[in-house]
């Protein structure tokens, strides 16, 4: 009703409720009114209102805590405005919206939000990432099967693997640093799009805001949503790493895997299956991290045909930044929760299919040793994994054996001297302890990178601080400011 008093008139009760965004800006309310706080205390120091005007608005702002839901306004920004000229009166309350749009101030807006949820999810991931380190040198000796096409491949050990997820995700938390820097910069004072001929302090509003600096082209204040966007293809990105990671953890404790152990209180049970154990958290996991891919599926499809300048098809991208946030924190607090409390079970050894996991070694040590090419060795190889397998043998020392006894068609060395020479890759365990290449999962190497990561990590954890430092600051000024107008 206040913006159309004027010139349209009430509008029809459908129409009204269908532009309405009432319901998803209560992510925005806090926000909003901060905005306001600031505009208005920048318009008194610049002599652009009075004194007495700032007083009256920042008091009215002041009582103003949440909304209603059953407000009939179109939107937050409404609703506050209609508050304080109620509160404050027409003569100050009606320059509230004195050189500032709708515009800018829900870009700006969405942008703190913004920052705030991105802040939660980098600490959420700090967290996990220090979890993960932990877990990491407590296994660097723990063998586990790695695959390849799902089938068993080479043996490494469980702080390997843990060490690739958390490589993944710092990668992850380092692409939501960097976007911090884009993101937190402030709209406001672009008005509609094309700014003000009012004397306004742009700066003076962004450093009150917590904001780093501006976007700077009023025209792509307003109407540029790509910090949404990128946000979304980080959560995007993010939730692909997780949800592989869920994937692994579904596959590995199956019963015919059995690597990995579910705890009951962990595990759900079948309505009518009495033996089943269910890995239910980690199937919905899965589930929930396809909802940022899907979220920046929908804001691309969105943004990729809008005019420039702001157009309200913009409105039906922000609620899915925050659910998509929200799915994200909730899945990340219940992965470590899973990773903490999965137990980890000695290879079976008893697996024709894991005990051949030492063949690529074996044929690389009858290359370095014994100077057959590697073709050559792999054939060899090759030849004893296909008679092992039609044997119907599981045993270890029956499989090494039949590959010493295939090099020998070759070879022409002592029995006992060529097995000698061969008894590095005679055990799974074996294999992984004379890996030498820089990322192998040798317990050796694993703790010389876990020291690199946790440096690395500790440098984030400080410029996390900074972050949030400054926002604390921003805000605490505010206060001051607000309870003070003009100097």
């Known amino acids: 009703m206040l913006y159309r008093a004027s010139r349209l008139g009430p509008a029809r009760k459908e129409a009204r409720k269908f532009i309405s965004s009432i319901e998803s800006d209560k992510y925005l309310f806090e926000s909003v009114v901060e905005i306001n706080r600031a505009h208005v205390i920048m318009l008194a120091r610049q002599g652009i209102i009075t004194r007495d005007q700032a007083r009256k608005i920042l008091k009215a702002l002041a009582k103003i805590h949440a909304m209603p839901a059953s407000s009939r306004a179109e939107d937050v920004h409404a609703y506050i405005e209609e508050l304080v000229i109620r509160r404050a009166g027409n003569s100050a309350g009606g320059n509230l919206q004195l050189a500032k749009s ?12 913004l920052r705030s949820e991105l802040l939660q999810v980098m600490d959420l991931l700090i967290a996990l990432l220090a979890d993960l380190e932990k877990m990491t040198s407590k296994h660097c000796k723990t063998l586990f099967v790695g695959r390849t096409h799902l089938q068993p491949a080479e043996p490494i050990t469980y702080g390997h693997y843990l060490m690739a997820f958390h490589d993944a995700i710092a990668r992850d938390l380092q692409r939501l640093e960097d976007s911090y820097a884009r993101l937190n910069l402030s709209p406001m004072g672009a008005c509609a799009l094309a700014g003000t001929s009012v004397p306004i302090d742009r700066d003076t509003v962004a450093a009150l805001l917590g904001f780093d600096g501006l976007v700077e082209n009023s025209l792509d204040a307003v109407g540029s949503r790509d910090f949404a966007l990128e946000f979304l293809a ?9 949800s592989r990671l869920a994937e692994d953890l579904i596959f590995n404790t199956t019963p015919e895997v059995g690597q990995l152990q579910l705890p ?13 154990k269910n890995p239910d958290i980690i199937e919905l996991v899965r ?14 499809t969105t943004l990729h045909s809008l005019p420039t300048s702001y157009n309200l098809d913009l409105q039906e991208i922000t609620p899915s930044i925050w659910t998509s946030s929200k799915a994200i924190q909730d899945v990340i607090a219940i992965i470590r929760i899973l990773l903490s409390q999965i137990s980890v079970s000695e290879i079976r050894v008893d697996r024709a299919d894991l005990v051949m996991t030492t063949a690529t070694e074996l044929a690389n040590v009858l290359v370095t040793e014994f100077g057959l090419s590697f073709r050559l060795a792999h054939q060899l190889v090759a030849s004893a ?23 020998l068609t070759v070879v022409r060395d002592r029995p006992d001297k060529l097995k000698a020479r061969l008894s590095r890759a005679r055990t799974l365990g074996d294999v992984v302890m004379h890996k030498r290449s ?11 990178l876990l020291r690199k990561r946790a440096i690395t990590l500790r440098k984030i954890v400080s410029r996390q601080h900074v972050r949030r430092g400054r926002l604390i600051r921003s805000r605490a000024r505010l206060q001051r400011e607000a309870l003070r107008p003009s100097r």
């Open 287 to 300: 589930a929930k991290c396809a909802l940022p891919i899907g979220a920046f599926s929908q804001t691309a």
């Open 234 to 242: 980080n959560m995007a990105a993010l939730s692909i790493d997780i």
């Open 102 to 113: 709708r515009n800018d101030q829900v870009a700006t807006a969405i942008r703190m939000r």
């Open 385 to 407: 994994a296909d008679e092992f397998s039609r044997s119907g043998e599981n045993q270890a020392d029956f499989w090494f054996e039949l590959a010493c006894e295939k090099a």
């Open 438 to 448: 820089i990322g192998s999962p040798t317990p050796k190497e694993t703790l010389r």
């Open 264 to 276: 009951k209180d962990l595990s759900f049970a079948s309505s009518i299956m009495p033996q089943k």
